[in-house]
Nanobody
């Protein structure tokens, strides 16, 4: 089970940090992803991290602004979002799975999903 939190309202240029807590004892065995879905749009890849945190992957739209990290001792994955833009407004979802690197960016690669947390960025 995944529980995401940390969303809210922010002004453009501000920062937010999302957290996603996972239950279970095999957290480090999963690759974790963050996706987002804006109103009227499809869910899209934001970032992913390998089980030991050694490799991270980002969508071009957030590269350099967002940072994904994880604390396996706390069964938690984070998404630090800096320099927020109005186009970052969306519901953000955390996900867990064991996709190969070539499939990290696909929604269908993750069988487990959190409930989503809303991020609203005002201009």
């Amino acid at each position: 089970q995944l529980q995401a939190c940390g969303g809210g309202l922010a002004q453009a240029g501000a920062s937010l940090r999302l957290s996603c807590a996972a239950s279970g004892r095999t957290f480090s065995g999963y690759r974790m992803g963050w996706f987002r879905q804006a109103p009227g749009k499809e869910r899209e890849f934001v970032a992913a991290i390998t089980g030991n945190g050694g490799s991270t992957y980002y969508a071009d739209s957030v590269k350099g602004r967002f940072t994904i990290s994880r604390d396996n001792a706390k069964n938690t994955v984070y998404l630090q979002m800096n320099s927020l833009k109005p186009e970052d407004t969306a519901v953000y979802y955390c996900s867990a799975g064991v996709p190969p690197t070539s499939s990290l960016r696909y929604v269908t690669s993750y069988p487990y999903w959190g409930q989503g947390t809303l991020v609203t960025v005002s201009s």
